[in-house]
């Protein structure tokens, strides 16, 4: 592979491109190809590792290596073997080959992936003149992905996804996905001298990562990532990078983040991840029964919260209940804005009050909306 010419694609969940194509141009990249659930730039390897650090809204970090028409296998097979493997993979490299594949004619996955595999072994033993591979060494985790018979080749720099930060070990019930509470922060008015509240925090992800939004700490700092061990890459350009980001660490920044769930033990767990997430003493956590709320003693606040959906017959009544007190709440605290995702479309009418904005996004495989609600800005803004 050029090493100093990349085709670097930053993956994203459906709905989320907007955001995370934000985030980038905020790290200083002008020249960004959009796509459906991907952000392309050209860029060396030392954007990639700059980009698993610092993306909080993208999913994975991937190289492009090859892309071409494939209606057949053997055309499959030839364009595969066309591609120079020994300069992307090192000896001893491990090479498994993922596969995908929507409206196209080559369609049996694991022929696919077999097919790709076979080319790429080929490849490499004729050009290291050798019988055997060993791939007992790093990890190189490659996707073939087919669309109207295009196909696409990917090397996955990233290992675990980016919304593993290292911090949550703990969940409680239903957990968002951090890139997604991360999103969902970024879409809303909550800025570092605000308040955030989450009611109903659950394993305390939105104020944990609006802790690491606000002290500007690298999502990717407190984890390890595939592209580590490649000795093929300048690998010293990992603790350039992470040193730098260290350094931006805002430390002074005072906050007001807030975490309540009427389950005492999820508190506990919150506080746990929050500890790992080095934010501890950031969110101030406490057992609440969002039921019982009083009129809040601050002004100004943002709420963002993923309330119960009530999706099981038996917990309805319990999520309507939620949404009718969510509404008493932004009736007798006019001044916040307030933000909540849910899957459950009788929302608003419980609530008794329609949103400024809908906007329809993916929790996993659950379609959901993302209610949005404006209140004035603070004064001194
Ligand atoms: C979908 S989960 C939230 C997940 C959370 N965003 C996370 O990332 O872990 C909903 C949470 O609401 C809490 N909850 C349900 N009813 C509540 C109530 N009346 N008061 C406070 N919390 C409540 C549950 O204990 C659960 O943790």
Not at 325 to 335: A, C, S, V
């Amino acid at each position: 592979m050029v090493q100093d010419k990349l085709r670097i694609i930053a993956a994203t969940a459906f709905g989320m491109e907007a955001v995370c194509k934000r985030e980038m141009q905020k790290l200083g990249y002008t020249e960004l190809f959009v796509e459906n659930g991907r952000i392309e730039i050209n860029g060396t390897f030392e954007d990639v590792v700059r980009l698993n650090l610092w993306l909080r809204t993208a999913e994975r970090i991937k190289i492009k290596v090859g892309t071409f028409k494939a209606e057949t296998f053997t055309e499959l097979f030839d364009e595969t073997k066309k591609i120079q493997w020994g300069k992307i993979i090192p000896k001893g490299g491990a090479f498994p080959v993922d596969a995908k594949s929507v409206k196209s004619k080559l369609f049996s996955l694991s022929d696919c992936q077999k097919i790709v595999k076979k080319a790429i072994v080929e490849k490499l033993k004729e050009e290291r003149k050798e019988d055997w591979l060993d791939e007992s060494g790093a990890l190189y985790r490659f996707e073939v992905s087919l669309l109207n018979d295009i196909a696409e080749i990917t090397l996955d720099t990233s290992g675990a996804g980016l919304h593993k930060r290292g911090y949550r070990k703990l969940i409680g019930f239903a957990p968002i996905k951090e890139t997604m509470a991360a999103a969902m922060i970024d879409l809303s008015y909550w800025n570092k001298d605000r308040i955030l509240l989450d009611p109903m925090c659950g394993s305390g992800t939105f104020p944990i990562e609006a802790a690491l939004i606000a002290r500007n700490i690298a999502p990717g700092l407190n984890r390890k990532f595939t592209a580590e061990k490649w000795e093929n890459f300048d690998l010293s350009l990992w603790q350039k990078e992470k040193t730098a980001a260290k350094k931006l660490i805002d430390y002074d920044t005072e906050l007001n983040l807030y975490g309540y769930d009427y389950d005492p033990e999820v508190v506990e767990i919150a506080k746990i991840n929050a500890d790992d997430a080095g934010v501890l003493e950031d969110v101030h956590f406490e057992s609440k029964d969002f039921l019982k709320l009083d009129k809040l003693p601050w002004e100004y606040g943002v709420m963002i919260t993923n309330p119960p959906y009530g999706e099981r017959i038996d917990k309805r009544d319990e999520a309507i209940q939620i949404y009718k007190k969510f509404g008493q709440i932004m009736e007798e605290n006019p001044t916040w804005s307030y933000y909540l995702l849910t899957s459950n479309e009788d929302f608003e009418g419980a609530a008794g009050k329609k949103s400024d904005r809908k906007r329809k996004l993916f929790n996993g495989n659950i379609k959901v909306d993302y209610y949005q609600y404006y209140g004035p800005r603070p004064p001194k803004e």
